[in-house]
């Protein structure tokens, strides 16, 4: 059992984040008068949380997986709407990773026609 500041220290956040996903409905730790006090079990559910964010999980997909878990014993609905959204997840990176590349390319090959610009040499062709 964790005292607020002990919690936020240790999972790395504030304890103004803590209460935000109380807030949220994320989180309950239990109450000892206007101590909030954080069992493990708020914990390993604040490391989801945090994991889910990292990985860019929207709060409402958080919710949703953390409430499938509570409801369902043996996961396995939790686990196909957590492979579902993974395989959601992926697809958007690997499209906002095509389109990073096409930028970072074009950048590419603008700095080196500037570069070949100032230094008064014709464009040379551009290198894969």
Sequence with gaps: MLGIQEAATLLG???RTLRFYEDK???APQ???TTRIYSRREI?????ILR???LGFSIREIKDFLDLYDVDPE???QVRALKAKVGERIADLRKQ???IDQTLEEL????????AWLEGSPLRPIDG
Excluded: C, D, N
């Excluded at 390993?44 to 989801?48: F, V, Y």
């Design 75 to 77: 996961h396995q609905e």
């Design 44 to 48: 390993g559910r604040m490391q989801l």
């Design 13 to 15: 956040v504030t304890m």
């Design 25 to 27: 409905g994320l989180i």
């Design 52 to 54: 889910g964010k990292r």
């Design 97 to 99: 990773k095509r389109a």
């Design 31 to 33: 109450r000892a008068g």
């Design 108 to 115: 590419l090959s603008i700095e080196r026609q500037a570069l």
